[in-house]
């Protein structure tokens, strides 16, 4: 008897249906299913009202969670970066793949750059990490941008820079890598100047944790050094008891050095910051840990740094925090 189809859940968005559609024709290949895709809306896809004023934690995910505890799907994917940090009792996270690129990136008139924006620049992003970030940025260059808050799918944010009402627009790399319009990028900002969310670039693919055919099928697709790294990346915004919405970066990468027969690596990095809006204060630190990173160590490390951040005054600049 051939086996029913495995469900897949995904958000309607173009950018949900891209990414859900690559890990279905991954599932397919190793499991010998088919795989169909179901589309739910979520909360977070037909509200209009800013993230920072909906709470912006599980808002994109809810929906899909509901779906997989009612029976409705098999699995479901998410953008790790819209995932609650609290893992639910009934589900898993199967498997995390190996990472897009984690950078955000410039969307600008004119092939401007970050550096190049004019004074005076109007530059649209629904997100508070990046607003505090770009004004910290043009603060220290002597710039004075104005950065308007957005909503929207791709399509319509950078609409907004070919119909001359912005200058520029801050999106994430990875979402216009998997819907193939990277040649719209104008500037990829260094990590330097502005660290991503939590998990960005990384997709969630989560199910049942009762299913252990499933997880375990699912968990052939885990990338064990994303996993390190975003796991030490959301230990830091638990820690800090913040939400996907608060103005928060982090980025853990893995440090190596050249030892004459090839590089070798030697630590895993964790950055972080926390600013306010405007620019004006940002908590900016990080730290360090040994490889190989198992699970409970990426956690630690998330801990430590925000422990850092919380005695640098980390909690006084982050408004209402998002349980």
């Keep these: ?148 808050p957005i909503r929207g799918n791709i399509d319509t944010r950078v609409g907004y820079v070919h119909k001359g009402e912005l200058d520029a627009v801050v999106l994430a790399a990875a979402g216009l890598n998997r819907i193939g319009r990277s040649d719209e990028v104008t500037d990829f900002l260094s990590v330097d100047s502005v660290l991503p969310a939590p998990g960005q670039g990384a997709l969630a693919i989560e199910c049942a944790a009762a299913d252990a055919d499933l997880v ?36 853990a990468d893995l440090l190596a050095e050249d030892s004459g027969r090839g590089e070798i690596v030697t630590e895993m990095r964790l950055r972080g910051v926390v600013g306010t809006t405007d620019g004006s204060t940002l908590v900016q630190l990080s730290t360090t840990g040994p490889v190989p990173v198992s699970y409970d160590q990426a956690m630690a490390l998330g801990r430590e740094l925000a422990d850092e951040m919380l005695a640098k005054g980390a909690a006084g600049l982050m408004g209402e925090r998002a349980h």
């Design 1 to 148: 008897m051939t086996e029913r189809a495995l469900r897949l859940g995904t958000r309607r968005s173009k950018l949900a249906m891209a990414q859900s559609g690559h890990v279905a024709d991954a599932v397919r290949r190793l499991t010998g299913r088919s795989v169909e895709l179901v589309e739910i809306t979520t909360y977070g896809d037909v509200s209009r009202e800013h993230l920072a004023q909906i709470g912006g934690t599980g808002v994109f995910v809810a929906a899909l969670r509901d779906a997989l505890l009612a029976g409705e799907v098999d699995f479901a994917v998410h953008s790790l970066k819209d995932l609650p940090t609290a893992q639910h009792p009934e589900l898993v996270l199967a498997a995390i793949p190996e990472r897009e690129d984690p950078r955000d990136v410039l969307v600008a008139r004119d092939g401007l750059t970050l550096d190049r924006l004019p004074d005076g620049a109007r530059v649209g992003t629904g997100s508070p990490r990046r607003m505090a970030q770009l004004n910290a940025y043009a603060r220290s260059h002597g710039l004075t941008i104005e950065t308007v």
């Design 216 to 251: 375990a099928a699912l968990g052939e697709l885990d990338d064990p050094h994303t996993r390190a790294a975003v796991t030490a990346e959301r230990s830091l915004l638990a820690a800090l008891e913040a939400g996907c919405s608060a103005p928060v970066g982090a980025l």
